[in-house]
Each structure stands twice: as C-alpha cells, then as structure tokens.
C-alpha cells in the first residue's frame, strides 16, 4: 500500500474560482495567507494608472460630482494618487477645476475674495469662507497685491466703530508676502516663519494671484501624517490631474478646452463603455492627442474590454452597479459581481499591457487589497472618499451627525446637470435613475486618513507574501496564491460579532 501524502491542494486558484458560473463580490471571496519574508514597510503600492503614467499610490478618486473637484485633486496628487475632475458642469468651468488644482503645489486650497482698497466691506458674509480679503489695485486676481483684510480684525475696528463710510484701504494690512505657485510645504513654512507673516499669496508664472495659504494652514497639514516627497507630478512640475469626458460631439470641444488647462488623462465617462460611440471617441482622441492617455469604460466583462482595447484604449474602468449608491443591477438586471468582474477583465487585459482600474464597492482597505491582488492596478473610490474636507459641497447636521451630500451621477438629481449622457439617456423622453442620493458622515481630511488605509494596504499584501502590486498578480496568474468563498457565516465571523458595544477605530 503506498502510504506517500498526497501533494498539499489548500484552496482555490483564481482561474478555477471564477470559472464557477457565479458573480462574486469582494466580500464573498477571501485569500489564504501565504509565506512573509519582508516588513510590511517593504511593500512597493507603485503602480500605472495607464500605459503611460505612473502614480506612488494606486488610489484614484471618482469623477462624482461629490467627490472630484480641485480640492480632492489637489489632495489626491499630493498623496502619491489621482483624482477625476468630473464632467456634470460646463467645459469652462471643468477646465478651471484642472487649473486650479495644478496651480499649487501643496494641498491647500482656498475660494478667495478680492476687492479693490474703494470698496466697501458691508458685513461679515461679504468674507464668504475666507479668512482674509485679498485687496488688489483693481480687485481681481490679475492685479497687484497690496494687501489683505483679516476677518477678526475688521470684526474688532467693526464693533468699535459706528462710521459705515470705512473702505477697504482702512482696515488694509500692507507688506503682503508672496511666493511662487512651486513652493513647496516646506518652503512655505520658511518663508512663514521669515517674514513673521500671517499668510502667503501664491503667484503664477504669469503673475496672477491664484491663492493664498496661511500659517493655519500650514500647521494643520503638518499634524497629518507625513505626505510622499514627491506626490503625483507631472513632467512640468505640476500636480497631475485627469478629467472626465462623455462621448457626444460636443465633448471634443471639451476635451480642447481641458487639454488647454494641462489635465494628464482622460477618462470616458460612461456605465457601459462597449458602445460605437466610445469607440469612436477613443479613436479620435488617440489621433487628435496621441500624447493624452485615454481610459474607456465601464466594463465588466473580456468581450467588453476586448474591443475597447482593440480601438487603443490607454487603461480600462471595471465596475457596473457596484457602487454604494448605484442600483444599475436592480433596475437594469445588467452587471456583475465586482470581484468577478476584476478578474476576468484583468486576465485578458494584462496581455495587452492594459491597466486596470477597479471602480466602485470599495468600502475598506481589505476590499482594496482585493481589488488589486486580483489584477487591478488602481482602485476607484466614490463613497470612501465623500463626506472628507476636500470634498465638494458643505457640511450639515442630520440626527446629530456631522454629514455631507454624496450622490450617484445616475441619481435623477445629477441627471438634471447633464450626467445623463453617462446613461446614454440624455436624449430619451423619460429618465429613469440608476442611483440614489445620500449623505456620508464626516470623515475629516484624506491627509489624514489615506495614509493609514494604504499602510493596512501594505500589511494585507504582506501577509499574502507579495511585496508589490506586480509581485501580487504573479502570485495570483503562477496558481501560487489562493481563494475561497466565504460562507454567510464564515463572513460575520470574519468581522466584529459577539460585543455589546464597541467603538471602531483604526487610528
């Protein structure tokens, strides 16, 4: 009788797993641990967004109105990631959304007033949400600064004085500082403690006033943990931005116009990408700009990806119904599960040297070490990041939360600013919604808690054994890393269970 031990099978490959006939979704699906030989530290999150541009981190933040403006931008490219400006407004204002987020190099970015010294400051609403009125010879941003107004000053002269005939010039503060739009956190910091200034106006390369950053400013940020080096810059110094665009006719002027305001990548906005009309547009934004990459989607499955690559596709968007505020699954029985989905995109587009981005159901780190072991290069996020500072859009109060607005661009309210071309629906009759509005509660700012979501990132690669995003998706495509389903059971076991209460907490 031969009594050898079989070969060690623990688990299943990918290819079997999702070859089963079922849509899984990132909780379904669990990895096995494989072997460490490396600090979590070591681990590399580098990785390409498309063929052409690499970022530090593989995070990037959605085109939704309720997320991706300058600020997030701003943020994002700062933290080694991406943001997508979205495209539910005019292609003037989108274009001032790229210019705004690379026209600093530090994640900071204010709405600010300017008034020429004749005006007259009527009451406290007049500061909007500045702190300070930057006071120029003709009152725009194009002119020289001669100055500032602080709102608690002009509170303080206001309450002590009766005399509605002040100007500006009154209560003017001269000596203002100035620094070039390049400056660094750092640099700022220097010329801060320098001058013994309460702020610094950022000026272009052309000599416009495009913002300030005050001493505030600047503390705070250095209370978050502490930012990449580098972050996400582009060739010209700048931070990198990507856009998005639909693909009507009209959206070639706004790809001009975007293009104009320097934006690093564009992205095809759309909930099904396999259509003649994204095709089509792939195609004449590769020949009008080749040097642009173009990221097409949504996909969920190979035929999909298939042609898209085939037309010249830069980088591929995965997701379909997915979202935390999408029900394209529940009204249009049309989708996949998003785990299943990555999957089977990633297997046929690494051959084409086609990055992956995996779009939506992103909804803690563990679904990001997920999405990227099973191929992805990058992870979307909608909800993760809405209801942060950097988001779009103010704070309220419901039921004593602190929260913020966070719609989907398929929600009917979002449709009325033009996102129904996303659905192909802006020339039909009758809308019908393909997602919801909600709010999300404060999260305080992406510079504060990204940093931690990418270590439990890292740590979750190292206890599957691979020390890069790269190094995953070998393990995964050799058969060395393995997967199981998890049972409804298997599933609240693996979370927390059995207390009465609990506060959750992860830093």
Same mark, same amino acid.
């Given at each position: 009788m031969d009594l050898t031990p079989p070969p060690i099978e623990d688990g299943f490959t990918a290819e079997k797993l999702f070859?089963?006939?079922?849509?899984?979704?990132?909780?379904?699906?669990?990895?096995?641990?494989?072997?460490?030989?490396?600090?979590?530290?070591?681990?590399?999150?580098?990785?390409?967004?498309?063929?052409?541009?690499?970022?530090?981190?593989?995070?990037?933040?959605?085109?939704?109105? /309720?997320?991706?403006?300058?600020?997030?931008?701003?943020?994002?490219?700062?933290?080694?990631?991406?943001?997508?400006?979205?495209?539910?407004?005019?292609?003037?204002?989108?274009?001032?959304?790229?210019?705004?987020?690379?026209?600093?190099?530090?994640?900071?970015?204010?709405?600010?007033?300017?008034?020429?010294?004749?005006?007259?400051?009527?009451?406290?609403?007049?500061?909007?949400?500045?702190?300070?009125?930057?006071?120029?010879?003709?009152?725009?941003?194009?002119?020289?600064?001669?100055?500032?107004?602080?709102?608690?000053?002009? /509170?303080?002269?206001?309450?002590?004085?009766?005399?509605?005939?002040?100007?500006?010039?009154?209560?003017?503060?001269?000596?203002?500082?100035?620094?070039?739009?390049?400056?660094?956190?750092?640099?700022?910091?220097?010329?801060?403690?320098?001058?013994?200034?309460?702020?610094?106006?950022?000026?272009?390369?052309?000599?416009?006033?495009?913002?300030?950053?005050?001493?505030?400013?600047?503390?705070?940020?250095?209370?978050?943990?502490?930012?990449?080096?580098?972050?996400?810059?582009?060739?010209?110094?700048?931070?990198?931005?990507?856009?998005?665009?639909?693909?009507?006719?009209?959206?070639?002027?706004?790809?001009?116009?975007l293009v104009k305001a320097g934006v690093n990548v564009v992205v095809l906005d759309s909930s099904q990408g396999n259509s003649i009309y994204q095709l089509e547009m792939i195609k004449y934004v590769k020949k009008v700009y080749p040097e642009i990459d173009v990221i097409g989607g949504n996909v969920v499955t190979m035929y999909q990806a298939e042609n898209l690559i085939q037309a010249g596709v830069d980088g591929l968007r995965v997701g379909m119904g997915s979202g935390s505020i999408c029900t394209t699954q529940e009204v249009c029985a049309v989708g996949r599960g998003q785990a299943t989905a990555v999957y089977k995109v990633s297997s046929i587009a690494y051959k084409s040297g086609v990055p992956v981005i995996a779009d939506g159901g992103i909804s803690n780190s563990g679904h990001i070490v997920k999405a990227l072991s099973l191929g992805a290069s990058t992870v979307m996020m909608g909800s993760f990041l809405a209801g942060s500072t950097e988001a779009p859009g103010a704070y309220e109060y419901q039921n004593g939360q602190r929260v913020k607005k966070y719609r989907g661009m398929g929600s009917l309210e979002a449709m009325t600013k033009g996102s129904d071309q996303r659905y192909l629906g802006d020339t039909t009759k009758l809308k019908i919604a393909q997602g919801v509005v909600g709010a999300v509660k404060d999260k305080g700012s992406v510079l504060k808690f990204i940093p931690y979501t990418l270590q439990a990132v890292k740590q979750g690669f190292q206890d599957i054994g691979a020390n890069s995003l790269q190094s995953a998706h070998d393990l995964l495509r050799s058969r060395v890393l393995r997967l199981e389903v998890r049972t409804g059971a298997a599933q609240v076991e693996g979370g927390i269970h059995g207390l009465v209460s609990y506060e959750k907490k992860y830093y």
């Open positions: 070859n089963q006939g079922f849509s899984y979704t990132y909780d379904d699906v669990i990895f096995l641990p494989h072997y460490i030989d490396f600090p979590s530290d070591a681990v590399n999150l580098s990785t390409n967004l498309s063929r052409n541009l690499r970022l530090s981190v593989p995070l990037v933040a959605s085109p939704m109105d /309720t997320v991706s403006e300058s600020a997030m931008a701003a943020a994002m490219a700062s933290l080694g990631g991406i943001a997508i400006i979205h495209s539910n407004t005019t292609a003037a204002v989108q274009a001032s959304l790229v210019r705004a987020a690379k026209s600093r190099r530090v994640p900071i970015l204010h709405d600010p007033v300017f008034l020429p010294p004749s005006a007259e400051i009527i009451s406290i609403d007049d500061f909007a949400d500045s702190p300070f009125i930057l006071v120029t010879e003709s009152g725009d941003s194009k002119s020289n600064l001669l100055g500032y107004v602080s709102r608690e000053n002009w /509170t303080n002269l206001k309450t002590n004085q009766s005399d509605k005939g002040y100007r500006v010039r009154d209560y003017l503060v001269e000596s203002p500082v100035t620094v070039p739009w390049s400056y660094d956190l750092a640099k700022i910091d220097e010329t801060l403690n320098e001058k013994k200034a309460k702020f610094v106006g950022l000026v272009s390369d052309d000599s416009e006033l495009v913002d300030f950053v005050s001493r505030e400013d600047v503390e705070r940020v250095k209370g978050y943990p502490k930012l990449l080096a580098k972050g996400s810059v582009g060739a010209n110094g700048e931070w990198m931005v990507g856009a998005a665009i639909g693909t009507r006719e009209e959206d070639k002027e706004r790809l001009e116009q």
